[in-house]
T-cell receptor
Framework: DTEVTQTPKHLVMGMTNKKSLKCEQHMGHRAMYWYKQKAKKPPELMFVYSYEKLSINESVPSRFSPECPNSSLLNLHLHALQPEDSALYLC?????????????FGSGTRLTVV | AQTVTQSQPEMSVQEAETVTLSCTYDTSENNYYLFWYKQPPSRQMILVIRQEAYKQQNATENRFSVNFQKAAKSFSLKISDSQLGDTAMYFCAFRGETGANNLFFGTGTRLTVIP
């Protein structure tokens, strides 16, 4: 298995809703990442997990809450989002933080906040 | 701070022709990694090619090759025999060996292959 799987592919949520994005990989990668990508812009890093521990939080608002329950799974919990949070959310993984052969990305979740 | 610049927002190429996408970067690190990623309308970021800064030989992957000029901090991507499936957004990305564990992306070049 050489893929990063993200679910759901599309999500529409209201500003008072609570939802979660899911990311899964079975490549044995020990580093996992959340990126946010606005239309026609490059991805921007949100969080980095290394060996299931949060390594980097790029000053992301607390309405985004990451969780790494095990080495294969990464969640992003969403609560009280704003319309400007509408974007493509990409998950990625790599072998670990030191071995950089390339990041494997998922297909993303297209999030719309109404 | 690292910056990555792609000066060509859009490019087009005839099918079967060759096209070169430009990328420059700025860093104070001596060793680092450079990547080209492709993002088709399906949205998935696909790794096209990877280059380690300490390797002088330019990386090649089938129809894709790079021209890595470390002194000039330039990392261009050449696509030979362009195919319709090459139509996508192409991002150049930088990752340092030390410091923040982050891929720094350029703003992207939208490539259209014309039949």
């Amino acid at each position: 298995d050489t893929e990063v799987t993200q679910t759901p592919k599309h999500l529409v949520m209201g500003m008072t809703n609570k939802k979660s994005l899911k990311c899964e990989q079975h490549m044995g990668h020990r580093a996992m990442y959340w990126y946010k990508q606005k239309a026609k812009k490059p991805p921007e890093l949100m969080f980095v997990y290394s060996y299931e521990k949060l390594s980097i939080n790029e000053s992301v608002p607390s309405r985004f809450s990451p969780e790494c329950p095990n080495s294969s799974l990464l969640n992003l919990h969403l609560h009280a989002l704003q319309p400007e949070d509408s974007a493509l959310y990409l998950c990625a993984s790599s072998q670990d933080l030191n071995r950089v052969y390339g990041y494997t990305f998922g297909s993303g979740t297209r999030l719309t906040v109404v | 701070a690292q910056t990555v610049t792609q000066s060509q927002p859009e490019m087009s190429v005839q099918e079967a022709e060759t096209v070169t996408l430009s990328c420059t970067y700025d860093t104070s690190e001596n060793n680092y990694y450079l990547f080209w990623y492709k993002q088709p309308p399906s949205r998935q970021m696909i790794l096209v090619i990877r280059q380690e800064a300490y390797k002088q030989q330019n990386a090649t992957e089938n129809r894709f090759s790079v021209n890595f000029q470390k002194a000039a901090k330039s990392f261009s991507l050449k696509i030979s025999d362009s195919q319709l499936g090459d139509t996508a957004m192409y991002f150049c990305a930088f990752r340092g060996e030390t410091g923040a564990n982050n891929l720094f992306f350029g703003t992207g070049t939208r490539l259209t292959v014309i039949p």
